[in-house]
C-alpha cells in the first residue's frame, strides 16, 4: 500500500536568509474564504467581530492580529488567516476552506521592502504601504496578495501551485539586494 505524507506548499524550499532578509513558510491553522452575501456586509462584520475579535476589512486593508487576521480579497470578501472559522458566518457569507489552496510565506529583515520593489508593481514603502495595508497586485508573473504585518515584514500569499516559483523569485531578488549592500 502507498503511504501518502502530508507536505506543506514550501516544504524542502523555506527558510531562506540571503543579507539581511529572511523568507520562512508560516502556517496558518486555517484559511477561509467569506464571500458576504448581498447587502449584509455590516451584520457579516458584527458577526466576525463577535466570532473572532476582528471586523471585515475595508479595501485594501487588513484587520486582526498576527494569530487571527481578515485580509480584504475584493469587494466583499476576505480571507480569514489563522484561527478555525466559526461557521456560524454561513449565515451572512458563503464560507469556504481555503486551507490546502494557498501558500503563504514572511519576507522579514532591513532589505524587504527593496525586494518586492523589483518584483511588485505597487509602491510598498512604510510611508505609503503602512502596517494593515495589503494589495492584490503581481509578483513577476503571477497573482500574490502582500500584506505589511509589520515595520520591516510582509505576509506574502500565493497559490500553492505557484510556491517554487514564489520562492525561487524572491531568492533572486534577495540576492540582487544583498549584492548591493
Do not use: Y
Not at 458576504?36 to 471585515?56: I, Q
Not at 494569530?67 to 475584493?74: E, K, L, Y
Not at 495589503?134 to 508573473?141: E, S, V
Amino acid at each position: 500500500m502507498v503511504e501518502l505524507i502530508a507536505k506543506t506548499p514550501c516544504e524542502g524550499l523555506l527558510p531562506l536568509t540571503v543579507g539581511g532578509v529572511s523568507l520562512t513558510e508560516d502556517l496558518p491553522v486555517s484559511l477561509t474564504m467569506i464571500t458576504v452575501r448581498k447587502e449584509r456586509l455590516e451584520a457579516c462584520s458584527e458577526l466576525l467581530k463577535s466570532a473572532h475579535g476582528m471586523a471585515m476589512p475595508k479595501p485594501n486593508r487588513a484587520t486582526g492580529t498576527t494569530d487571527a487576521r481578515a485580509v480584504w480579497f475584493g469587494r466583499d470578501q476576505a480571507l480569514l488567516v489563522g484561527p478555525a472559522v466559526n461557521w456560524s458566518l454561513k449565515n451572512e457569507a458563503t464560507v469556504v476552506d481555503q486551507s490546502d489552496a494557498w501558500a503563504v510565506a514572511r519576507l522579514e529583515g532591513g532589505g524587504a521592502e527593496e525586494v518586492l520593489a523589483r518584483l511588485v508593481p505597487v509602491d510598498l514603502r512604510g510611508a505609503s504601504f503602512k502596517r494593515g495595508h495589503t494589495a492584490r497586485t503581481m509578483l513577476g508573473h503571477m497573482m500574490v496578495s502582500v500584506t505589511r504585518v509589520g515595520e520591516q515584514a510582509f505576509q506574502i500569499m500565493t497559490f500553492r501551485s505557484m510556491a517554487k516559483t514564489l520562492v525561487h523569485d524572491l531568492q533572486r531578488a534577495m540576492e540582487s539586494v544583498a549584492s548591493r549592500g
